[in-house]
């Protein structure tokens, strides 16, 4: 499955910076859907995991800062339960999970166009996958029991963790492009 990231009343509210280049909404990544335990997961394709490269593997005993990781990334937060944690990428997007609630929060308009903060009561987050290209942003907590998708616009490439006992991997992502000729669009007007 893939997901449509875009609403059709947005145009005052937000501010992508894509559609300076024509674009104003975006596609997710591809998904795929599974039943477990009642509830309607979802998770990026097994097959997203052959983009990966450069892996570092860290133990959270406190704060951690990782610089230098590019605008593409893929992160993974584990053995968080019961445990509070904040998960700051580009120094303006907050991930924070305490007291029963996760929260993904913005104090930027720029990175965020025009997006401010997100809320989910959930008892616990065991694990957090976060995965970041150059405009989007996709949380997906307890192995896709809940999905947040947002568009995101980062400045620098820097994460900082703050946790007890948990484990973070990071990884840097090969990009993907698309040739398309000019005849070829053409054809299509």
């Not at 406190?62 to 992160?75: A, V, Y």
């Not at 809320?119 to 192995?143: F, G, P």
């Not at 991997?169 to 090969?174: A, F, M, P, S």
Request: glycine fraction near 6%; include cysteine.
């Amino acid at each position: 499955m893939i997901g449509w990231c875009g609403l059709p009343d947005i145009d005052e509210e937000y501010t992508n910076k894509t559609v300076e280049t024509g674009w104003q909404h975006a596609l997710s990544l591809p998904r795929k859907v599974l039943i477990r335990d009642g509830h309607v997961c979802q998770m990026p394709h097994d097959e997203f995991n052959e983009l990966r490269r450069k892996k570092s593997h860290i133990l959270i005993q406190g704060e951690e800062t990782i610089r230098e990781i590019g605008d593409t990334f893929d992160l993974e937060l584990k053995n968080a339960t019961n445990n509070a944690f904040t998960v700051t990428i580009d120094e303006h997007l907050q991930l924070l999970y305490e007291n029963g609630c996760f929260t993904m929060s913005f104090d930027d308009a720029n990175i965020s166009g025009g997006r401010t903060e997100r809320k989910l009561l959930c008892d616990q987050v065991r694990k957090m996958r976060v995965v970041a290209d150059t405009s989007l942003l996709e949380v997906y907590l307890n192995d896709g029991e809940s999905v947040f998708t947002t568009r995101f616009y980062p400045n620098s490439s820097s994460i900082q963790v703050r946790s007890k006992n948990c484990i973070l991997d990071v990884w840097e992502l090969v990009g993907m492009s698309m040739n398309i000729k000019e005849e070829e669009m053409g054809e299509n007007e």
